[in-house]
């Protein structure tokens, strides 16, 4: 006869975290959640530094901008796995013959683990000669420009809102002086996507805008990622308004 079973099995597998003296109920619910998260478990079994990981390499593969050879730079790049997943994906270490190389560079305002196939530079991506520095380590242009940042919380929607459209602008700005014409740009954004200016200096530049959510995007979270793709290089009106 079969055994009939209460399930309370399946229940058990997840993972509780008990409330302790001194952490606040959202640091033990965030733990929880961290320790519940398949994407944090994936992460740990394939060698990412973070979940994050999975929602470059989900971009990825619906638009193809991560192809062997690629040179890509990676702005605000700790803890590192958007890189990880370029040097894997754009075959910077050389590993499978027959398919060009490419070239990661990382750059963030602090120092971060080395990660073999990418070269990472402590840079502030907003000083003057930010771009300059770029091309010189990259030894050229970029066919991709990507970029994970998001300010510090104020707890306040419309001020972060805000803050992390003007941090997009500012990546935006560095890409379209050290993209090759043809190239993308990948950054985070918050929910409604880039709005505004942003989405109108986008839209001047390249030749597709997509506002995206990847399954990897926590569905409690407002962030969203814009995909501009086939850029246009630079115009003569860059130069008119210097």
């Known amino acids: 006869m079969e055994k009939k079973t209460s399930g309370r099995g399946a229940r058990d597998l997840r993972v509780k975290v008990k409330s302790a003296r001194g952490r606040r109920l959202s640091s033990t619910l ?8 398949p994407y944090v478990k994936r992460a740990q079994a394939e060698g990412y530094r973070g979940r994050a990981a999975f929602k470059i390499l989900e971009l990825d593969d619906k638009y193809r ?9 990676d702005l605000g790049c700790a803890p ?3 890189c990880q997943v370029a040097v894997r994906r754009t075959n910077a270490l050389g590993e499978r013959k027959g398919k060009a190389q490419g070239r990661i560079l990382g ?12 070269e990472i530079h402590v840079l502030d991506f907003m000083e003057d000669d930010a771009d300059e520095k770029v091309k010189a380590w990259l030894g050229g242009t970029a066919d991709v420009v990507m970029s994970d940042m998001a300010a510090s919380s104020s707890g306040h929607k419309q001020t972060d809102h805000l803050r992390i459209v003007a941090l997009c602008e500012a990546a935006a700005e560095l890409a379209f002086d050290v993209l090759e014409p043809g190239g993308t740009f990948v950054a985070k954004v918050l929910a409604g996507g880039a709005e505004g200016s942003l989405q109108k200096l986008l839209k001047q530049r390249f ?4 506002n995206v959510k990847p399954p990897a995007s926590r569905s409690d979270s407002s962030e969203k990622f814009v995909v501009a793709r ?3 290089g630079k115009g003569d009106d860059d130069d008119a308004d210097e």
Do not use: K, M, T
């Open 80 to 82: 590192g796995g958007w």
């Open 65 to 73: 901008f991560l192809v062997p050879g690629a040179r890509v730079v």
């Open 107 to 118: 750059v963030d305002l602090q120092e971060v683990d080395p990660i073999p196939g990418a």
């Open 230 to 232: 086939g850029f246009r």
């Open 207 to 210: 030749n597709s805008v997509a």
């Open 30 to 37: 965030w733990l929880e959640r961290q320790l519940n998260d």
